[in-house]
């Protein structure tokens, strides 16, 4: 009574009185929902889009929309959706998620709100934990939808892009969230827009929430472009770097630049055999040659870095102290190793990275269902903002969950386990035993097959057969031994006469860690109304009690020999380990995050970025942009402290650094007596002036250049941000920081870098524009 009241007083009361009204608005209009002919219900489909398209919000739609998708179900596949599945359903619009037991029909709850969010035609993402679910889910209640003129389709990984991108133009789509993540991540790598495959990110709407949110969340999405396998560049750059004269480079010592002069680009192009350095195909090179340059004649060992171990290792130029865990970022640090002639470290290139978290909080609307959430609602609430509303069984659960049988030893532990299932097994009662781990469930596969009681076992190494063993785990005499997760998405569905003999018993073989994974297990009993039981087995030396039941079981060691016990304060002890366990694994996710938050901005502004230019033909005007950011950087290099003086002569070689031809630069003369902003503009105006002039009469061929530019120049630069930025993180616990937050360190010096790769960007795609040859050939 006690926790009905403080559900009622924390606004959870209020909230479920909301969807009960909501659903007996739907059950109303049953029997004038049924009274119609099949077209007329058909014809319900193009009736809501059109009052959507008339300005009704589908809040208003819900209820009459609710109503057809039910009576849908009712003639498709002969189920029509309970009080509590309406109920259920309005949760899942609302943008939050119903945890509903098993057995309650989480699937068919899902429809009404999966085609209500349809209406509005921008697509919805049913997303599942594994591909068998996804297909399944598609075939069975796709006939509700597909009855109401609405297209289903699936996306699973062997489709070709042609066949995603059917699949996800359909007005609902089932895919699991790992493909769907990748296919978020390949679109964001493609060079030409038709060949994306998704059209956006409304409505996901994902079964097994906690699984897919919670449990996967700390596993990242990286796409990765294996071994570099750049040594050899690195190798070749460094020795043609090595043999040059003084007059085959220029150096600006102000911003650390350093380019090869006409008679080393000569140089260059013999050594490495191309007729054109500069052409858009040599961009790696050029970039290899570049920083070999900088290793050598800028880089200086014993003050940039010092050489330990057969490695690089960064001096911090503030402190002086060695900065093990970072790297130089762009290709720079194996240039310097290659110059030092230590080992040059392969690694694989993550060309694009996501978290669950991140790209789950990118779609419109975001909602889940699942039997187990409760224990987790803070997280939901923190990271995704959906709150967690416990819906009422549609009848009352009559499975008796039973305290924790406790024992001293596993091997007692066990004993009596196995002995509970041989009386079950001899009674014809179906058993299903849960474990933690494979290898637990092969020990009880072994203590069965032992006792010559017949079984099946499901885990990791037999998941193949999971729907068919099942299928069978509720009829009589059947044993079933599975790990927690097994069976996930999938109900046991008891025979009449194994609920005459008293229904399934779950027996857990330990506590899981997650008091969710636990209340997934013994809700595979119990299931619309069935009789059954749940027991753990415990035993005080589980690796849950051993961890956090400290020295407080001692006596209880001592003193309960072979005896089992029910003891109400280890079960209490045993759910304080848990709350403290799922309580360590969230800040973990929280502080995943933290950090990810940092390249998730990063990142927004990146793919925006790199969406303008695929999307729009014509990049000239960013072109202009790059070359007034570089201008304006070349300028402010030489400007003093005090923000008034400028050092003309030093811009005019900052620009020709950046490749003008001295034919086409700037003289001092000309900007003499300009203040900074104006020397700028100036400088900008006139260098992007002779830019359109030399490109003028092929400007409509040279679109297409400028895009592949800009874009190859954004991925490269891009995905060494990922490395550097993966490497900061790695190394910034590594190093003190005397007051200072590592978090605050690695949002302050991932900033810094982002502008610094914009920044290099920006110049490489003015240095490639600046050094553009026109052949212009006689006709």
Same mark, same amino acid.
């Given at each position: 009574?006690?926790? /009905?009241?403080?559900?009622?007083?924390?606004? $959870?009361?209020?909230?479920?009185?909301?969807?009960?009204?909501?659903?007996?608005?739907?059950?109303?209009? %049953?029997?004038?929902?049924?009274?119609?002919?099949?077209?007329?219900?058909?014809?319900?489909?193009?009736?809501?889009?059109?009052?959507?398209?008339?300005?009704?919000?589908?809040?208003?739609?819900?209820?009459?929309?609710?109503?057809?998708?039910?009576?849908?179900?009712?003639?498709?596949?002969?189920?029509?959706?309970?009080?509590?599945?309406?109920?259920?359903?309005?949760?899942?619009?609302?943008?939050?998620?119903?945890?509903?037991?098993?057995?309650?029909?989480?699937?068919?709850?899902?429809?009404?709100?999966?085609?209500?969010?349809?209406? %509005?035609?921008?697509?919805?993402?049913?997303?599942?934990?594994?591909?068998?679910?996804?297909?399944?889910?598609?075939?069975?209640?796709?006939?509700?939808?597909?009855?109401?003129?609405?297209?289903?389709?699936?996306?699973?990984?062997?489709?070709?892009?042609?066949?995603?991108?059917? %699949?996800?133009?359909?007005?609902?789509?089932?895919?699991?969230?790992?493909?769907?993540?990748?296919?978020?991540?390949?679109?964001?790598?493609?060079?030409?827009?038709?060949?994306?495959?998704?059209?956006?990110?409304?409505?996901?709407?994902?079964?097994?929430?906690?699984?897919?949110?919670?449990?996967?969340?700390?596993?990242?999405?990286?796409?990765?472009?294996?071994?570099?396998?750049?040594?050899?560049?690195?190798?070749?750059?460094?020795?043609?770097?090595?043999?040059?004269?003084?007059?085959?480079?220029?150096?600006?010592?102000?911003?650390?630049?350093?380019?090869?002069?006409?008679?080393?680009?000569?140089?260059?192009?013999?050594?490495?055999?191309? #007729?054109?350095?500069?052409?858009?195909?040599?961009?790696?090179?050029?970039?290899?040659?570049?920083?070999?340059?900088?290793?050598?004649?800028?880089?200086?060992?014993?003050?940039?870095?010092?050489?330990?171990?057969? $490695?690089?290792?960064?001096?911090?130029?503030?402190?002086?102290?060695?900065?093990?865990?970072?790297?130089?970022? #762009?290709?720079?640090?194996?240039?310097?190793?290659?110059?030092?002639?230590?080992?040059?470290?392969?690694?694989?290139?993550?060309?694009?990275?996501?978290?669950?978290?991140?790209?789950?909080?990118?779609?419109?609307?975001?909602?889940?269902?699942?039997?187990?959430?409760?224990?987790?609602?803070?997280?939901?609430?923190?990271?995704?903002?959906?709150?967690?509303?416990?819906?009422?069984?549609?009848?009352?659960?009559?499975?008796?969950?039973?305290?924790?049988?406790?024992?001293?030893?596993? &091997?007692?532990?066990?004993?009596?386990?196995?002995?509970?299932?041989?009386?079950?097994?001899?009674?014809?009662?179906?058993?299903?035993?849960?474990?933690?781990?494979?290898?637990?469930?092969?020990?009880?596969?072994?203590?069965?097959?032992?006792?010559?009681?017949?079984?099946?076992?499901?885990?990791?190494?037999?998941?193949?057969?999971?729907?068919?063993?099942?299928?069978? %785990?509720?009829?009589?005499?059947?044993?079933?031994?599975?790990?927690?997760?097994?069976?996930?998405?999938?109900?046991?569905?008891?025979?009449? $006469?194994?609920?005459?003999?008293?229904?399934?018993?779950? +027996?857990?073989?330990?506590?899981? $860690?997650?008091?969710?994974?636990?209340?997934?297990?013994?809700?595979?009993?119990?299931?619309?109304?069935?009789?059954?039981?749940?027991?753990?087995?415990?035993?005080? !030396?589980?690796?849950?009690?051993?961890?956090?039941?400290?020295?407080?079981?001692?006596?209880?060691?001592?003193?309960?020999?072979?005896?089992?016990? &029910?003891?109400?304060?280890?079960?209490?002890?045993?759910?304080?380990?848990?709350?403290?366990?799922?309580?360590?694994?969230?800040?973990?996710?929280?502080?995943?995050?933290?950090?990810?938050?940092?390249? !998730?901005?990063? !990142?927004?502004?990146?793919?925006?970025?790199?969406?303008?230019?695929? &999307?729009?033909?014509?990049?000239?005007?960013?072109?202009?942009?790059?070359?007034?950011?570089?201008?304006?950087?070349?300028?402010?290099?030489?400007?003093?402290?005090?923000?008034?003086?400028?050092?003309?002569?030093?811009?005019?070689?900052?620009?020709?650094?950046?490749?003008?031809?001295?034919?086409?630069?700037?003289?001092?003369?000309?900007?003499?007596?300009?203040?900074?902003?104006?020397?700028?503009?100036?400088?900008?105006?006139?260098? /992007?002036?002779?830019?359109?002039?030399?490109?003028?009469?092929?400007?409509?061929?040279?679109?297409?250049?400028?895009?592949?530019?800009?874009?190859?120049?954004?991925?490269?630069?891009?995905?060494?941000?990922?490395?550097?930025?993966?490497?900061?993180?790695?190394?910034?616990? +590594?190093?003190?920081?005397?007051?200072?937050?590592?978090?605050?360190?690695?949002?302050? &010096?991932?900033?810094?870098?982002?502008?610094?790769?914009?920044? !290099?960007?920006?110049?490489?795609?003015? /240095?490639?524009?600046?050094?553009?040859?026109?052949?212009?050939?006689?006709?």
């Amino acid at each position: 009574m006690a926790n /009905f009241l403080e559900r009622w007083i924390s606004g $959870e009361g209020k909230a479920l009185k909301r969807l009960e009204s909501k659903a007996d608005a739907v059950l109303a209009l %049953a029997d004038e929902m049924a009274a119609l002919s099949d077209d007329a219900l058909k014809a319900k489909t193009d009736e809501f889009k059109e009052r959507y398209a008339k300005g009704e919000t589908l809040d208003e739609l819900l209820v009459e929309a609710f109503a057809t998708a039910r009576e849908a179900a009712r003639r498709t596949i002969g189920e029509y959706p309970y009080r509590v599945q309406i109920m259920g359903a309005v949760a899942m619009h609302d943008g939050d998620i119903a945890e509903m037991r098993t057995g309650e029909g989480k699937t068919l709850t899902s429809t009404m709100c999966i085609y209500l969010n349809a209406l %509005a035609g921008k697509g919805v993402h049913v997303v599942t934990v594994n591909d068998y679910l996804a297909g399944r889910d598609a075939e069975w209640m796709g006939q509700i939808y597909r009855f109401l003129g609405m297209s289903v389709g699936v996306n699973s990984r062997p489709l070709s892009p042609a066949e995603k991108r059917a %699949a996800f133009a359909c007005d609902i789509t089932y895919t699991t969230n790992s493909e769907l993540g990748f296919d978020y991540l390949r679109d964001n790598m493609v060079t030409d827009i038709k060949d994306r495959v998704l059209r956006g990110l409304h409505v996901a709407i994902v079964d097994e929430v906690d699984s897919i949110l919670i449990d996967e969340s700390r596993t990242p999405l990286i796409i990765s472009g294996g071994a570099k396998k750049t040594a050899n560049l690195y190798l070749q750059a460094d020795a043609f770097a090595k043999r040059l004269q003084e007059d085959d480079y220029e150096i600006d010592e102000k911003t650390k630049q350093i380019m090869l002069t006409e008679k080393g680009v000569n140089n260059a192009e013999a050594y490495f055999k191309v #007729d054109n350095l500069y052409d858009v195909n040599h961009t790696q090179l050029v970039h290899h040659i570049t920083q070999a340059l900088k290793a050598n004649y800028i880089m200086k060992n014993e003050v940039e870095y010092v050489v330990q171990d057969d $490695e690089v290792v960064i001096v911090d130029q503030f402190t002086g102290r060695t900065m093990p865990g970072r790297a130089y970022s #762009d290709g720079l640090h194996q240039a310097i190793e290659a110059k030092e002639g230590v080992s040059i470290k392969e690694e694989t290139s993550t060309l694009a990275t996501i978290t669950y978290q991140n790209f789950f909080r990118l779609y419109d609307k975001l909602a889940g269902m699942t039997g187990t959430a409760k224990t987790e609602e803070e997280e939901f609430l923190d990271i995704y903002n959906m709150r967690v509303v416990e819906i009422p069984t549609n009848r009352p659960i009559l499975r008796v969950d039973y305290p924790d049988a406790i024992f001293a030893s596993p &091997e007692l532990k066990y004993a009596a386990l196995v002995n509970e299932v041989k009386e079950l097994y001899a009674k014809g009662q179906p058993v299903l035993v849960g474990t933690i781990s494979v290898e637990s469930s092969e020990l009880v596969d072994k203590l069965l097959n032992k006792e010559g009681i017949p079984h099946e076992v499901l885990n990791a190494k037999n998941h193949a057969r999971e729907a068919e063993i099942i299928a069978k %785990a509720g009829r009589p005499k059947s044993v079933t031994i599975a790990t927690n997760m097994a069976g996930r998405g999938t109900d046991i569905k008891l025979t009449e $006469e194994s609920k005459a003999l008293g229904g399934l018993v779950v +027996l857990g073989s330990e506590r899981h $860690e997650s008091r969710r994974i636990d209340n997934q297990l013994r809700g595979r009993s119990g299931r619309q109304g069935d009789p059954g039981y749940s027991r753990f087995y415990v035993s005080l !030396r589980d690796e849950l009690m051993i961890r956090f039941g400290g020295d407080k079981f001692q006596k209880l060691f001592d003193t309960l020999g072979d005896a089992q016990i &029910e003891s109400k304060m280890v079960t209490k002890s045993i759910t304080q380990a848990q709350k403290r366990v799922e309580g360590y694994n969230y800040d973990i996710r929280k502080q995943l995050i933290d950090y990810d938050d940092v390249l !998730r901005k990063q !990142r927004e502004i990146m793919y925006a970025q790199r969406d303008y230019v695929l &999307e729009n033909e014509d990049v000239h005007g960013i072109v202009k942009d790059m070359v007034d950011r570089v201008i304006r950087d070349v300028v402010m290099a030489n400007v003093d402290a005090n923000h008034k003086n400028v050092n003309y002569e030093s811009v005019v070689q900052g620009l020709e650094m950046l490749g003008m031809e001295a034919k086409d630069n700037v003289t001092v003369e000309e900007i003499q007596g300009k203040n900074a902003d104006e020397v700028a503009q100036y400088c900008s105006d006139r260098i /992007f002036t002779q830019y359109d002039e030399k490109i003028k009469d092929v400007r409509d061929q040279f679109t297409q250049f400028e895009k592949t530019i800009v874009l190859r120049n954004m991925d490269r630069n891009w995905i060494e941000h990922i490395d550097m930025m993966d490497k900061l993180r790695n190394g910034i616990h +590594l190093r003190s920081y005397a007051q200072n937050n590592p978090l605050q360190a690695y949002i302050e &010096e991932g900033y810094q870098m982002f502008e610094e790769m914009q920044g !290099r960007i920006a110049r490489e795609v003015v /240095f490639f524009a600046l050094k553009i040859q026109i052949e212009r050939k006689a006709a």
